[in-house]
């Protein structure tokens, strides 16, 4: 399994801001993902980040709000833009192994708004 | 539209004790079925998928599943459960790379 690894781990923000997490992967992978688990609650997905391409968005999600790069096959962004409280949340990239079946999560980086 | 449901929201266990934890998902066919588990403060920890094949998989530390596609169930076992497997737990379900999450189950382990 590819080893992901997220920057920041956690950060505290004021309302208003915007704040950039990365994402970084030992390998070559297609495909990479953003999701949101706000808390107490189950997994989210934001958008799915393909190289070369525009990152495609689910139902609720939009890029105003939540930009994403994909400059290489390695590393990914997402901004959460104009915070507010309720995008307090844990942010976690993954990828898809090399199968093209599993996702791989990073660790994950926990935000709290202000 | 698909659907995965975790019943159980908490569960609590002695240590030593055997746990199951239980997932449903509604799909018109077998999906890949995927558990996971969340430590306090941690991402997402792969513990087993089932594609096809065997209805009964492993996984990694001592935890197995056992697939039902007449009751369209994929529950997560473990015969004695240790103080260090108290966490979060996610059923998933995907059809190609899409996933769908259950609601995740939080196992508390009593010493």
């Known amino acids: 399994s590819a080893v992901i690894s997220q920057k920041p781990s956690r950060d505290i923000c004021q309302r208003g801001t915007s704040l950039t997490i990365q994402c970084q992967v030992d390998?070559?992978?297609?495909?990479m993902f953003w999701y949101r688990q706000q808390p107490g609650q189950s997994l989210t997905l934001i958008a799915t980040?393909?190289?070369?391409?525009?990152?495609?968005?689910e139902s609720g999600f939009v890029i105003d709000k939540f930009p994403i790069s994909r400059p290489n096959l390695t590393f990914s962004t997402l901004t959460v833009s104009n915070m507010s409280p309720e995008d307090s949340s844990i942010y976690l990239c993954?990828?898809?192994?090399?199968?093209?079946?599993?996702?791989?999560f990073g660790p994950g980086t926990r935000l709290l708004v202000l | 539209a698909q659907s995965v449901t975790q019943p159980d929201i908490h569960i609590t266990v002695s240590e030593g004790a055997s746990l199951e934890l239980r997932c449903n998902y509604s799909y018109g066919a077998t999906p890949y079925l995927f558990w996971y588990v969340q430590s306090p403060g941690q991402g997402l920890q792969l513990l087993l998928k089932y594609f096809s094949g065997d209805t009964l998989v492993q996984g990694i530390k001592g935890f197995e599943a056992e697939f039902k596609r007449s009751q369209s169930s994929f529950n997560l076992r473990k015969p004695s459960v240790h103080w260090s497997d108290a966490a979060e737990y996610f059923c998933?379900?995907?059809?190609?790379?899409?996933?769908?999450f259950g609601t995740g189950t939080r196992l508390k382990v009593l010493a």
């Open positions: 390998s070559q992978v297609t495909m």
């Open positions: 993954s990828v898809l192994g090399t199968g093209q079946e599993t996702q791989y």
């Open positions: 980040a393909n190289q070369g391409s525009e990152a495609t968005y």
């Open positions: 998933a379900v995907g059809w190609t790379y899409k996933y769908i």
